[in-house]
């Protein structure tokens, strides 16, 4: 059982920055992607970034060149730094990983772009 903690999440302006973190309760190989999604209201949740040593990371096209996305194996987090966030950017931000083939999810934070 692989139990994931994110946090980081808030209120900042359009351009601002935000730092999110996620920790998994069990060190998670570093073969296995761990990555984050988000979900805005209304809309479905879908692929920010991930990353698995071996490759290069992938991001989804809207925050490319914004968002970078890294890794600690030695303290099992992976962190989400945003940059020059926009409005649309405003969603719950949920931490993944799969390992052997389970699912799964942290609980979500909230990340608001507004001035």
């Known amino acids: 059982q692989v139990q994931l903690v994110e946090s980081g999440g808030g209120l900042v302006q359009p351009g601002g920055s935000l730092r999110l973190s996620c920790q998994a309760s069990?060190?998670?190989?570093?073969?296995?992607?761990m990555g984050w999604y988000r979900q805005a209201p209304g809309k479905e949740r879908g692929l920010v970034a991930r990353i698995r040593s071996g490759r290069d990371p992938d991001y989804a096209d809207s925050v490319m060149g914004r968002f970078t996305v890294s890794r600690d194996n030695a303290k099992a987090t992976v962190y989400l730094q945003m940059n020059s966030l926009k409005p649309e950017d405003t969603a719950v931000y949920y931490c993944?990983?799969?390992?052997?083939?389970?699912?799964?999810w942290g609980r979500g934070t909230l990340v608001t772009v507004s001035s």
């Open positions: 069990v060190n998670i190989h570093s073969s296995y992607t």
């Open positions: 993944h990983t799969r390992v052997d083939g389970i699912d799964y």
